[in-house]
Structures are given as structure tokens and as C-alpha cells.
């Protein structure tokens, strides 16, 4: 057998084999996805990362959203594949997003009545719970709220501390010196009422002009409650 003939053998044998590897490797190089690394996307809100995310062939799968109120609504937080995987066209990418809590926040108010707070915040279902302190603001007036303005509301419940009335607490001025028709006069407004004592003996005289107060008790800086009744003594 000659060598031609041999060759020709061998030939004919390959054929079906390099057939099928050309048939094989002509559409796999032609249908093969290329891989491309994978691009961060995290932090960047869905809507401005939509354009650059198009231009990659990928299939978006939003699984799930995360309370995150101090970052716009949307935000990405998590992705996978992770930033700097290798992917593939078509392949699907997983994103999770941020979300607003839908907790109510607590409303601005300016020199308002605890009513006029307590008929706002019901609008919203938050309970308003008063304490009342003294202060010379008029009565029902709202010192301080808790939480503050634009906070979050979480148990439905909001603290005020308002102005009971008047502030009853006064500073007692002297009056030594002065007649006693002068601190008749003074304390009038008040309802307090006086003792006159001359000496040790009471005395019910109603010439005013002619007592001259020289000592007194409460003493001249002392906090007195004009709420409650006290007696002023003078000599």
C-alpha cells in the first residue's frame, strides 16, 4: 500500500471528527456570552442608575426594601453579583432598595395652646400626654414637645409640657418705712391679708397713714406663694 493511499485512509478517517470539531466551535464562538466585571451601582438611586444599568445586558430583580430614612427612597443598598464579579449577558442582577419609614413626624408648632397641639396631632392618631408646670405664659400654653419638630413619631404618643396659670411664686418686697395704708395698697391686688401688731397687742385702728411699718414677716426677699394665704405682720 502506498503512501498516498494510506494518507488518504487517515484523511477520510479524521473527516467525520474534524467535521463535528468545526461544527462545534464555529457556534460556540459565535453564541458564547462574553463575560464582563460586574459594576458598583450601590448607593446611587434607581432612578439615575437605570440609564447606566440598561446599557449592560442585564435582567434587574428588585427583591426587597430596607427602612433607611436618612437616605432618599429608592437608594441601592445591596447588589449581587457584587461589584467586581464577573458576569454575563442576560445573567439577572438582584437589588435591594431603601425606604422611607411611614411613621408619622411630629408637626411644627410656634406659641400654640395644648388643645390647638392635641386637635393637630390627632389628625395623625399620636396621643398628646400633658404635664403641667408654672409659668407665666397664659394657661395651656406649650412649653416644650417631645419628640421634637420633624422626628419620627414610633409609639403613637407625644409629650408636652404646657403653662398651668400664672406663676403664684412672688419675691416680697419691703415695706419698712412705708405707712401701712402704702402696703395695703401694694398687696390689695393679691387678697393677702395683714396683722397689725402694735408691740405684742393686736390693734384694729384703721388710721392706715399713722402706722409706720419698722420690722415685717416674711422677711423683705422671701419667695411667698400668693395662692395660698399667708399673713403679713407688721409693728
Do not use: W
Request: charged content about 20%; hydrophobic content about 45%.
Amino acid at each position: 500500500m502506498t503512501t498516498r493511499r494510506i494518507l488518504f485512509l487517515i484523511a477520510i478517517c479524521l473527516a467525520p471528527f474534524c467535521c463535528f470539531l468545526v461544527g462545534y466551535l464555529i457556534p460556540s464562538y459565535i453564541f458564547t456570552q462574553k463575560t464582563f466585571t460586574c459594576p458598583s451601582f450601590i448607593g446611587e438611586r434607581i432612578q439615575d442608575a437605570a440609564a447606566p444599568i440598561s446599557s449592560y445586558p442585564l435582567n434587574i430583580r428588585i427583591v426587597s426594601e430596607q427602612v433607611h430614612n436618612e437616605l432618599p427612597s429608592g437608594t441601592i443598598l445591596h447588589q449581587k453579583p457584587l461589584p467586581g464579579q464577573k458576569i454575563k449577558a442576560y445573567q439577572s442582577m438582584y437589588l435591594v432598595l431603601s425606604k422611607k419609614d411611614e411613621l408619622p413626624r411630629m408637626p411644627v408648632f410656634d406659641r400654640v395652646l395644648a388643645e390647638e397641639a392635641a386637635a393637630e396631632l390627632q389628625k395623625n392618631h399620636i396621643q398628646l400626654i400633658q404635664y403641667a408646670l408654672p409659668s407665666s405664659l397664659p394657661k395651656g400654653s406649650v412649653l416644650a414637645l417631645f419628640p421634637r419638630s420633624g422626628a419620627l413619631v414610633r409609639d403613637q404618643k407625644a409629650h408636652a409640657y404646657i403653662a398651668a396659670g400664672e406663676q403664684t411664686l412672688r419675691i416680697l418686697p419691703s415695706f419698712i418705712g412705708s405707712t401701712l395704708a402704702g402696703a395695703r395698697n401694694a398687696l390689695a391686688a393679691y387678697d393677702i391679708e395683714i396683722k397689725v401688731l402694735d408691740g405684742q397687742r393686736e390693734t384694729i385702728q384703721r388710721v392706715d397713714n399713722e402706722f409706720v411699718i419698722h420690722e415685717q414677716r416674711p422677711l423683705a426677699g422671701s419667695f411667698v406663694d400668693i395662692a395660698k394665704p399667708f399673713t403679713l405682720y407688721v409693728s
